[in-house]
């Protein structure tokens, strides 16, 4: 029986060439001169840090720009509120990968709301599609592309 996965994974190597690239971009720049500003990337989580809310701002923009230029879709970055102290602000961004089960119940449901004869099965962090007919798995995977779900979703392991 034809199936495929639907997952939601991201390149930790590009991640970590996009947060060297703002680093080295933040050291150049004229703006951030002598504010020992940079980039500090832990695992799924980038620390922004620097002087001024403004220049968070400003680094946050140069972190999406190099992301998105090395093929990182935006909508798995999770910013959350500046904190400012004295004379430091941090922000941290966080990178969301895998398929939540509060998600993966929302995709089944989607699935089988839209009346494609076809099973879905949750799997750790990914959800199996399985159906008689190879279009109706192609009809799938157009639907999950149209619905926002707020996560971008990779479809892999087609079988037939």
């Given at each position: 029986m034809p199936s495929f996965d639907v997952v939601s994974e991201v390149d930790h190597h590009e991640i970590?060439?996009?947060v060297d690239q703002a680093n080295r971009e933040v050291t150049t720049r004229f703006d951030f001169k002598g504010t020992d500003s940079s980039f500090e990337l832990n695992g799924?989580?980038?620390?922004?840090?620097?002087?001024?809310?403004?220049?968070?701002?400003?680094?946050?923009d140069i972190l999406?720009?190099?992301?998105?230029?090395?093929?990182?879709?935006?909508?798995?970055?999770?910013?959350?509120?500046?904190?400012v102290m004295a004379k430091t602000a941090t922000r941290n961004?966080?990178?969301?990968?895998?398929?939540?089960?509060?998600?993966?119940?929302?995709?089944?449901?989607?699935i089988k709301g839209s009346k494609i004869k076809v099973q879905a099965a949750i799997q750790g962090e990914q959800v199996r599609v399985s159906g008689k007919k190879r279009d109706d798995l192609q009809a799938v995977i157009a639907f999950l592309k149209d619905a926002e779900l707020g996560q971008p979703l990779q479809y892999k392991n087609f079988r037939d």
């Open positions: 970590a060439n996009a799924n989580v980038i620390a922004l840090k620097t002087e001024s809310e403004f220049q968070l701002g400003q680094m946050l999406y720009a190099k992301l998105a230029k090395r093929g990182i879709d935006l909508d798995c970055v999770d910013v959350d509120e500046p904190v961004a966080t990178i969301r990968e895998g398929i939540d089960s509060e998600l993966a119940k929302k995709i089944v449901k989607l």
